[in-house]
């Protein structure tokens, strides 16, 4: 009984394919068995190549290996029908070689990766602690560096205090000598009475004027003191293509860009303006001070400043601090506004051809400044920075000269 149940099946006999006895017999790589032909003609048909048993997928055409002509080999072992022992025992053997391979190449298999697994903890150990070192090493850096500025700012602020001093006891000697002059004129008013009224009036606003000029002299002087300070952290901006709106036209160069009259067929990429006519510079700021400097001359109207990393830049929206915008802009030739929440009406004594931009990203300071005058046009104070800065431009739509 034992010899009869080692005999094949008749299934054993038949090709998966052509479902008839095999011709010329061979197995692919995945231990199933066809015709030569059925398989090559199979093959031919079906690319990728696959395995129509167990659907095993080969990139490249898998060797395929001879057999032994089952009906031949059916025959052999009918030969041996009486070895109803010896055969069994022979696989047994056989089987059990291999079973003790297979585990032992499964246990080789376990320890390699046990040793990749401490290997990789090992790694995320290593990386970890140089990450500790770096956060410690970056905070006494930024510590040393805000100690820095802050002496830096303390100094300056003594200097410009003491520039001051000179202009407000100078300031306070014309008041005194104006009061002695008024009181002097109203005394002869008194005894003129009309005759001397015109007279007097004429003299306190000759002396007015006079004081105020003076006032104007100094102050421009602190203006352009302060100017030239907040130039020492002056940066070179590029304008980044990718975040142009598709009806701007840079220059080769990136320093210029206005609005054409053809929208151009560009990537809608998630950094692209799709609303505004707007591009950001390439360059972005996430501590320290910096300054930029925009020429606006021949505009009519612009909108120009900072804006954070992630605002929205396909939809309508409106550009203030909550959106993420620290902006002035000038419509209609000569109306100039802080595009702060609300907005404040600016009233400039000229206007403006280049406007310098400077941020203080830890003092929360965005100020803007006219370069030729020197003056103070508007300041963001009290802002709260947490991400990327990156410098904003808006040529506007008004006509072809450059921003």
Known sequence: MAAASCLPTKDQFLCPICLDVFTDPVATTCGHNYCKNCITQHWDMNVPFQCPVCKEVFYTRPELHQLIDPVENLEGRMYHKTHDVVPLKNEYEEKKAELGKAEAEIHQMIQTRRQKVQQIKRSVELSNEAADKEK????????????????????????????????????????????EEISELMKRCIELEDVCAPNYEGTVVRAVNQLEEILCKDMKKVFESELKRVQQYAVDVTLDPDTANPWLILSDDGKQVNCGDVCKNLPDNPERFSYYASVLGKQNFTSGLFYYEVQVRGKNKWDLGVTRESIDRKRQIALNPRSGYWTISLRNENEYKALADPRVQLSLRSKPEKVGVFVDYEEGLVSFYDVDTAALIYSFTGCSFTEKLYPFFNPCNNDAVPL
Do not use: H, M, N
């Open 136 to 179: 410690a090493d970056g905070v006494r850096v930024l510590t040393a560096l805000k100690e820095s500025v802050e002496r830096s700012l303390v100094a300056l602020i003594e200097e410009i205090e003491k520039r001051q001093r000179p202009t407000e006891e100078q300031a306070e000697s014309f008041i005194q000598d104006l009061e």
